[in-house]
């Protein structure tokens, strides 16, 4: 209960921090909605398991790359300015190594992550020049979910936790098809640090995740 006041509270702060900015900031312009998706990859990553009696193990990672869903609603301030709210979904398969966990075995396991996040992006997009205009963009926010199923061979596991901090970087191209829609292609970096991934009844936890996907994507930008 305790964390998920916490979690909620966090995301409370983040909603009224860009309807504040919206109000703040909104004399002209228009609003949008961006869904998009598209294919993430990872470098090899480690994690920390922990016990309660204070024992600590390493776990390496293999990431494979998965799929990413993502839904935006933003206001263009200027032509050049924009806010953005998107709620982020990442799936990946990945191969790890467990002798604990509630998990008996000294083998590779298999395991899939899903990610999920809240995040608040500014976009900076350049004159555009014909149907054409590249831009960048800068975000922050917190996950609102994050859970490890782990597939061993006598036992499985999931592992949750939320209210981790998530910052990313992006980068694309904006094609113009109509006055209201435009094609967008992305390439966007996200880092994130998961922590307290645990299961009700254990006694052990994942800790220091590090989960940083790039990821490219297409979305479709829809101004109204």
């Known amino acids: 209960m305790k964390l998920l006041n916490s979690i909620s509270i966090k995301i409370l702060i983040l909603v009224l921090l860009i309807v504040v900015s919206f109000n703040v900031l909104a004399n002209q312009g228009a609003w949008y909605l961006k869904p998009s998706i598209g294919v993430s990859a990872f470098d090899d990553t480690d994690a920390e398991l922990n016990s309660i009696t204070g024992s600590s193990e390493k776990i390496e990672l293999e990431l494979d790359p998965g799929l990413t869903f993502a839904l935006g609603l933003g206001y263009f301030f200027t032509d050049n300015i924009s806010l953005e709210l998107s709620l982020n979904q990442h799936e990946n398969d990945a191969d790890m190594t467990f002798s604990s966990v509630g998990i008996d075995t000294n083998e590779d396991a298999k395991a899939d992550l899903t990610v999920s996040y809240l995040a608040i992006n500014s976009y900076w997009h350049v004159q555009r020049k014909g149907n054409l205009r590249p831009y960048l963009g800068i975000g922050a926010g917190i996950t609102t979910n994050a859970e490890v199923n782990v597939e061993a061979n006598i036992e499985d596991a ?30 966007k970096y996200t880092n994130i640090e998961l922590t307290d991934l645990e299961q009700n009844s254990a006694d052990q936890r994942l800790d220091n995740l590090q989960y940083s996907p790039f990821t490219l994507q297409l979305a479709l930008l829809y101004s109204f």
């Not at 694309?172 to 992305?186: I, K, P, V």
């Open 158 to 187: 999931s592992l949750e936790s939320d209210g981790d901090l998530v910052f990313q970087l992006m980068f694309g191209f904006d094609f113009e098809l109509t006055r209201q829609m435009a094609l967008l292609t992305e390439l």
